[in-house]
C-alpha cells in the first residue's frame, strides 16, 4: 500500500489533519503569547486542536463540544490532545489567549499551503502572481456582542483576505472591527513587485494605489462613478469581445493629481454573458485590454472563498461573546480550512475540499488513514448507487 506523509493507522483522522502543522511551529507561536497564568490543564495546543476539532465537527456550543469529546476520551490522546477537556477551562482560555497566537498559525498554515501549491497555473499566462483582495463581514448579535457595533443595530467583525487566485487560498489576513473600511487593509497587505492585485472599488484611495504602483505591482480596480479625468491617448478595440474603449488617462481633480500623478489606463468593457458593465483602471499598459476584463472576473474566486467557509465553517453561532474569544474562533476557522487544504495536496487526494471536510465530520476520532477512509467512502457510494439500480431495473 502506498504510504502517504503522516499516514499512521494509530493516528485518528483529526491527528493526520493537525498534522500540516508541526509542533515545533506551533510551540514558537505559543511562546511569543504566554498566558498571565499557566493553565497546565488545558494547553495553547490543547485548545487550539479541539477548536479545530469543533470546526471539522461542526459542534454547536462548548456542551456540545464537551459531551462529544468526554464520550470518545479513549481516542484524545491519539489524536494528540493531554489536556482535560471541560467546559470551564475551553471557557477560560477563549477568554483569555491571546487570539494573535492563532493569527500567527493561521500565517504559519497560509504560507505552507503557498508552498504546496504554488505550481498551480493562473491560467491567464501572466508573468507575475495574481492576488485578488476584499473583505467580508462575520455578523454578530448586537444584544451579546455589544462591543462589535458597526452600524445601526448590527453587529460585525470584519475579515480581510488576500486570496491567491490560481490556489484558491488565503496568503495574507486581519481581523479588524466591522466599522474600520476596507481600503485600510491596503496599508498593511505585503506587495510583490511584478505582481497583480485585482480590488473591487471601495478600494479606489489614490494615495494608497500610488503606493501599489511605486512598489512595482499592478492593479486592476473597478472605478468609481465619479471618476474625474482627461484622456491622453485612446486606442481601437474589438467590441464583439464586450470591449468599449481602451484609453490612458490622466485624473484632473485636485486631490486624484496630488496623490497620484501618473497615468492610468481606462478599460471599459460589457460582460458578454451577464450583461454587466465594468470600467477598470490599472497601471498596466502593455497587457491586452481583453486580459484586464479576465483579470477583474477572476475577482469572482474570493466571493466564492468568502461563501464557503461562512458555509461550511462555524461562523455563524459562537462559542464565547469576548473579543478575544470572537477572534480566536475566526482564525481557528481560517486555521481548519487551510488544514484540509494542506492534507488535500500533500495526500493528493481527488475529492474536493467539500467532500473531504464532510467526511472528516463524521470520522475525525477514526483510526483510519484519511486517503484509506476517503477511498472506502467511494466504495459504498458506488454500492449503494448500484443496489439502487438494480432495485429500479426489478420494477
Known sequence: MEQFPGMNSGKTVLAQILAGLSSEEFAR????????????ALSAYDHFAILVFAQLTYRESLRDLEACLQARRHALYHSG?????KRCNLAYANQRRDARLFADVASVLMRRAQRLYADT??????????????????DLSLALFSWARWQGTQAAVKLNVMLAVASELPTFCTLVEGRRHDVNFLDDVPLHPGDYYVLDRGYVDWARLDRL???????????????????VTSRPVEKVTGLRCDQTIRLISDAGRRSYPALLRRVRYVDPESGQRLVLLSNHFTLPALTLAQIYRRRWEIELFFRWIKQHLRLRGFFSTTPKGVAVQVWTALCAFLLV????????????????????????????PLPEL????EHIEDECDASNQLLLNGF
Open 374 to 377: 476517503l477511498a472506502d467512502s
Open 213 to 231: 504602483h511605486g512598489a512595482g505591482a499592478f492593479f486592476v480596480v473597478r472605478a468609481k462613478s465619479n471618476l474625474r479625468f482627461r484622456v
Open 121 to 138: 497555473p493562473t491560467e491567464l499566462g501572466l508573468d507575475g502572481d495574481l492576488w485578488a483582495i476584499d473583505a467580508t463581514l462575520v
Open 29 to 40: 507561536c505559543a511562546r511569543r503569547y504566554p498566558m498571565a497564568r499557566s493553565t497546565p
Open 341 to 368: 487544504a494542506i492534507a488535500k495536496r500533500e495526500w493528493g487526494l481527488p475529492d474536493s475540499l467539500h467532500k473531504i471536510l464532510q467526511v472528516i465530520s463524521i470520522s475525525a476520532l477514526e483510526k483510519v
Open 81 to 85: 490532545i493531554r489536556g482535560r477537556m
